[in-house]
């Protein structure tokens, strides 16, 4: 168990329609980062929070927006769906490995758009 | 170019043998670390190892062992006495700079563990 948990695991919805995909990070963990897993772009970074401020950010589209909360659980909100968005979205924390840290995934909230 | 580079789609290996999974990996910063994630068809991404760019020493962990070869630029995933539980996609990932984990994924390759 990597104690990140997702929210919701599977969710299906229309183009155009917008939605919040949920994520509480480890206990303790500041840190916060969204990838997105598709067929076509693979796995790729989106957004980063700490702390609740944005740290760092990939390729995420102007649809897309994301924030951390006070008590360090974050959300993506995606908007004007479009099919292309249907992907496997995760959310990561960092955690400590031999002196260095590494990312530890939530299980993934699968979108599907139609 | 690419950074991440894993020219593998998929392989089959026997169980019980060793198999290695190919990645190479493209960039100018000294500082960087290299990642290897098991994705089951369950699809949940399960962190395997770690190797930093400064470290002298191949990481190993259980019966993975990433064998880093810095100036070819590759970061080879070993994986001894294969099981049949390790059949799954298998991702090389990059961090550029000493901090933050903002990792560039390869393409993947298909491990796939025959009886």
């Known amino acids: 168990d990597s104690g990140v948990t997702q929210t919701p695991k599977h969710l299906i919805t229309a183009t155009g329609q917008r939605v919040t995909l949920r994520c509480s990070p480890r206990?303790?963990?500041?840190?916060v980062y969204w990838y997105q897993q598709s067929l076509d772009q693979g796995l790729q970074f989106l957004i980063q929070?700490?702390?609740?401020?944005?740290?760092a950010k990939g390729n995420i589209l102007e649809r897309f927006s994301a924030q951390q909360f006070p008590d360090l659980h974050s959300e993506l909100n995606l908007s004007s769906l479009e099919l292309g968005d249907s992907a496997l979205y995760f959310c990561a924390s960092s955690v400590p490995w031999g002196g260095a840290n590494v990312l530890t995934f939530g299980a993934g909230s699968r979108l599907t758009v139609l | 170019a690419q950074k991440i580079t894993q020219t593998q789609p998929g392989m089959f290996v026997q169980e019980k043998e060793a198999v290695t999974l190919d990645c190479t990996y493209d960039t100018s910063d000294p500082s960087y670390g290299l990642f290897w994630y098991k994705q089951p068809s369950s699809g949940e991404m399960i962190f395997l190892i770690y190797?930093?760019?400064?470290?002298?020493q191949n990481a190993t962990e259980g019966r993975y062992s990433l064998n880093f070869q810095k100036a070819r630029k590759s970061a080879n995933l070993v994986i001894s006495a294969s099981q049949l539980g390790d059949s799954a996609m298998y991702f090389c990932?990059?961090?550029?700079?000493?901090?933050?984990?903002?990792?560039?994924f390869g393409g993947g390759t298909r491990l796939m563990v025959k009886p």
């Open positions: 990932a990059m961090r550029e700079g000493p901090a933050g984990n903002m990792l560039t």
């Open positions: 206990s303790g963990d500041l840190s």
């Open positions: 929070y700490y702390n609740g401020e944005e740290r």
């Open positions: 190797q930093g760019s400064y470290d002298q």
